[in-house]
């Protein structure tokens, strides 16, 4: 399943927060979306997860204009997990994981064997089933982003869109959510800060500033000293590391701009 914007344009505030953005991710792999704070990475992920509506240009989703899509159709399809969430709700884990069976399951009688099954699987995936019955305001901060993700992944979409998934969890967990991200066998488009996480997981990463695409194209050509300076403005070295020659990306705040 593949997802794309052709020149989508979105304005907020009287702004051009998202600016003729083209973007194409290849089934099955794994986009980086970077760009410093305010570059306009949310809410390109928020016109192509369909929550809003672009001002100008289109988005597809496997060829067909998500404004086309049935939006039932829609949420079996692209699972999104946004930077913040809350509840007022007293809701265990399970509870809120199994939202995530939502757009399969007909009104809200007892879960089917297959819902049960696509729960499981997925507390499992986030290492989260010795909480599965703990209520969600007793969770940690990395807890209740794993919760999330865990209800992204038992919507069995084919496009997986997070917004900052790292947020809140430690190494460990970084490491090992985005080694699911790219195992599982999905489309997905991760908005990131730690352009190292990006270098090492990504398949492609695509650069934001002020809302335009500044590059696009295999993390290794793209996070060059020359990028990361005029996006960020911060000074840095690059090292290829084998086997696969990724980039690793070594800040030198001595020489901040
Ligand atoms: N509804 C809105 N009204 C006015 N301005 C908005 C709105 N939504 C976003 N913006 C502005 O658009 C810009 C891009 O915001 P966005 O959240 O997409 O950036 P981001 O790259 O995800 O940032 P961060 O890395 O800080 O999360 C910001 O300047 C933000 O203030």
Redesign the pocket.
Known sequence: MSIEAREVSWR??G?L?VDRVDLHVSPGSTLGLL??????????LRLLAGLRRPESGSVLVEDTDIGSWHSSDLAKQIAVVE?ESSTELDVTVRDVVLLGRTPHRNGWGRPRAHDEAAVAEALDHARLTDLAERGWHSLSGGERQRTQIARALAQQPSELLL??PTNHLDIAHQLELLALIRRLPVTSIV?L?DLNLAAAFCDRVLV?SA?RVVEAGEPAEVLTPELVGDVYGVSCEVTKVPPEGRAHIRFLPERIR
């Open positions: 907020a505030g702004k927060v760009g410093p704070n305010g570059s306009g990475k949310s809410s390109l930077q917004d900052e908005a800060h934001l809302g």
